[in-house]
């Protein structure tokens, strides 16, 4: 491999003009010698080492998105989104998947901070409630070393932070459920820690202004469709089943529709059914999903420009905040 000492010698000039003209520094050198060094170093097939100009300028123009899950829809739009907006500011991108574990968390950090990362789009692991002591040791360590982080799915003190408002949403599903003539209205809950508590209190709270209990028709999901389909044939299979059932995410929806499928309920007839997110898969299921949708393009812009902004200089923390709003498709009926 070509180095700047070769295109010196093929030139006839120092290593100190070649690396000026190769690096782009303002110092007066003619243009025709200016000429003949692009030209010897297109000839040669020189590539710069941008390691040792990353090292050289402190900067190495890499930046990490951690998410929980790669195989939930949510996660990949997202990922998509602030891939694009980072890739078109000059960033490079490693996508690091935790498969919900806060061990394989902390190792990423850990790798992610001998890599030398400019920056880190941090969604963190939550499966029980003390994950999030660990969470938020993982994002102190990066911001001790010089790493710009920004957090989105859950909040965290002095950190620059996406907050969507889940609890409005699943007030928005609940109230409509109630419109239609809902009554038994029962709820897929997530995990111990991040989904569950938000989602659940604007079920209850909604429910309770209607002058409904709610506890006895929540029941514990994983967030996989699997795990939505084992709670709602739990749900339905009771001498008093619900009439319309809320998932805290799409995929259990989709695993409630495949449930009631099976023991012969027919949707929306006979349940509604409501998830969380959205997906492309929500739409082209039959009937298609009524869901609650995040703002997933905005949440990825926001991310990503929270970050830049770090990264350009700025220290000061910013929380963005969004609401989420109710698509109304199919698989909603009155009662």
Do not use: W
Not at 52 to 63: D, E, I, P, W, Y
Not at 127 to 135: G, I, L
């Amino acid at each position: 491999m070509a180095t700047i000492y070769d295109i010196a010698e093929k030139v006839g000039v120092s290593v100190a003009t070649v690396s000026r003209v190769i690096n782009g520094v303002n110092h007066p050198i003619k243009g025709e010698t200016r000429q003949r060094i692009l030209e010897a170093a297109q000839e040669l097939n020189y590539r710069p080492n941008t390691i040792a100009k990353s090292l050289a300028q402190g900067r190495t123009h890499t930046v990490a998105l951690l998410i929980p899950s790669i195989t939930n829809n949510f996660y990949t739009q997202i990922s998509e989104i602030i891939e694009s907006k980072l890739d078109e500011e000059g960033y490079n991108i490693y996508l690091c998947n935790t498969k919900r574990s806060i061990e394989k968390e902390s190792r990423y950090v850990e790798n992610l901070i001998a890599r030398r990362v400019d920056g880190v789009i941090f969604s963190p692991t939550r499966v029980r409630p003390e994950d999030n002591e660990a969470n938020l040791d993982n994002i102190t360590e990066l911001s001790r070393n010089n790493i710009a982080v920004v957090t989105f799915g859950s909040r965290f003190p002095n950190v620059s932070q996406i907050y969507i408002n889940t609890y409005y949403g699943a007030c928005e599903a609940v109230r409509y459920l109630l419109k239609l003539g809902h009554r038994q209205i029962g709820f897929i809950d997530g995990l111990t820690a991040g989904t569950r508590r938000r989602r659940r209190k604007g079920y209850l709270d909604t429910l309770k202004e209607a002058g409904i209990e709610g506890e006895e028709l929540i029941i514990s999901g994983d967030l996989e469709m699997e795990g939505g389909y084992r709670c709602a044939l739990q749900l339905l299979q009771r001498n008093n089943p619900p009439t319309a059932v809320i998932a805290v995410n799409n995929l259990m929806a989709i695993g409630v529709i495949k449930a009631a499928k099976e023991i012969g309920i027919k949707i929306p007839e006979d349940l509604s059914v409501i998830g969380f997110d959205d997906s492309l898969l929500s739409q082209v299921i039959e009937p298609s999903l009524t869901v609650v949708k995040q703002p997933l393009v905005e949440i990825g812009n926001a991310a990503a420009r929270l970050l830049i902004r770090q990264l350009h200089g700025e220290t000061e923390a910013e929380t963005v905040e969004f609401n989420t709003r109710l698509v109304i498709r199919e698989s909603c009926r009155a009662r």
